[in-house]
């Protein structure tokens, strides 16, 4: 049925007095948004596990593919944030997210029916242009549905996707590769015969509509922020300009460990491989089962912990948390790609992932406590779209530098992500921490109060 389209002005947001949503109807908005976060990670995932047959399908270079990776999904993703976040703020976020999750899906499936890199690439341009409506949208969407002292852990169940993702990618990597390889060419109905890695895009992008069919029983909540302050007199830039010590601190110090996330994310699996001659099955199923376990429980449990702090009193609990998760990591991390074998370096990842995990969503809902309402989709917006451009750009290639121009050794991974690390996570972590009294000052002013009479979360 059709409808007219809403105005792109400021929605109607409600007073502070407005009882919040039922919890039930909150945490399965939760569900619905986190599953679609899932869908998203396994969609920006499949092409690094059919990079063989793709490469002998089409005849392109590594440089080719690294292109299709980086540039044409990162670039998109994170430049199409900035006009989503301004947009998320506007008109319904149910429906952004629905749209975006048509296209996204759409174009997973166009890259099965592409036959050039050209194609390739402008169906990778928008699965990354139609997954940057996701996380803006959503971050926005919990902050209205929880109370500001709950609201951390929902948002870090959501981010524990990611980890979701990345780990069932790299576990069925291995596994996905093989059968690909072996399997004979695949007859689709209305689409005919086509490779087996087309097969594998095709069917994914369709599967992943489900999310939309789920997305028509979430509730689009009320949006909420201090009586007076309204978007139309109180711009994004104004907001950065009142508390630039807090966003440029949180900012860079998360900026800095996402160099580190990247470039971890990037090049592990090929250090077993490298080092210890584990094979990609190996590495996926083993690697994979940690960053599943462990990276989830990871962002979740930071998320609790930051709640129950904030409930009971403890100011800046989301900041402090980031931070000191940042530092808490650094010794595992480098004591694991320095590990005299495969399996010590695979137990001393297990509470390390742990760490490495926790910053994922408590770091941004740190933002989201010290801005209102109105402004919550492009402070996240602004979020993704700094880590994004920061870690896909710098974060790979700056293990590969030290590799090649430190070490003279690509064989040396271990010691160029622990270098990494070592260098990056210690000023990053004092940099978010250092961030704690500006934040309070912003959430002073900025913070929607409670119904409950309770303090902001911090």
Known sequence: MASAAPPLSPAPVSQVETPWPNPARSWFAVAVLTLGYVVSFVDRTLLSLLIDPIKADLGLSDTEIALLQGLAFGLFYTVMGLPIGWIVDRISRKRVIGAGVTFWCLATAACGLSNSFWQLFIARMGVGAGEATLSPAAISMIG???????????????????????????????????????????????????????????????????????????AEPQRREMPGETSASYGLLAHLRRHPAFHLRHLGGMALYCIVIYGVLSWMPAYFMRSFGWTATEVGLRYGFVVLLCGGFGLSGAGWLASRLAQRGVEAAAARVTGWSIWL???????????????????????????????????????????????????????????????????????????????????????????????????????VLSAIAPFRRAAALTQTASPSGKGPLS
Request: aromatic share 8%; charged share 5%.
């Open 144 to 218: 209205d549905n929880f109370p500001p002292e709950k609201r951390a852990f929902p948002i870090s169940v959501y981010s524990m996707a990611s980890s979701i993702g990345a780990g069932l990618a790299l576990m069925v990597g291995g596994a996905v590769i093989g059968s690909v390889a072996a399997s004979p060419e695949v007859t689709l109905p209305l689409i005919g015969a086509v490779a087996p890695w087309q097969a594998t895009f095709i069917i994914v992008g369709l599967a992943g509509l489900v999310v939309v069919v789920l997305l028509t029983f979430v």
């Open 329 to 431: 990591v650094t010794p595992f991390m480098m004591a694991a790609c320095l590990a005299p074998s495969a399996w010590i370096a695979l137990a001393i990842l297990v509470p390390g992932m742990v760490f490495f995990t926790a910053s994922g969503g408590i770091a941004v809902a740190a933002l989201c406590e010290a801005a209102p309402g109105s402004l919550r989709g492009r402070v996240a917006a602004l979020y993704f779209f700094t880590l994004g451009i920061v870690g896909l750009t710098i974060g790979p290639v700056s293990v590969a530098l030290i590799t090649e121009h430190i070490l003279g050794d690509t064989q040396q991974l271990g010691r160029a992500i622990a270098i990494n690390v070592a260098v990056l996570c210690p000023i990053a972590g004092t940099l």
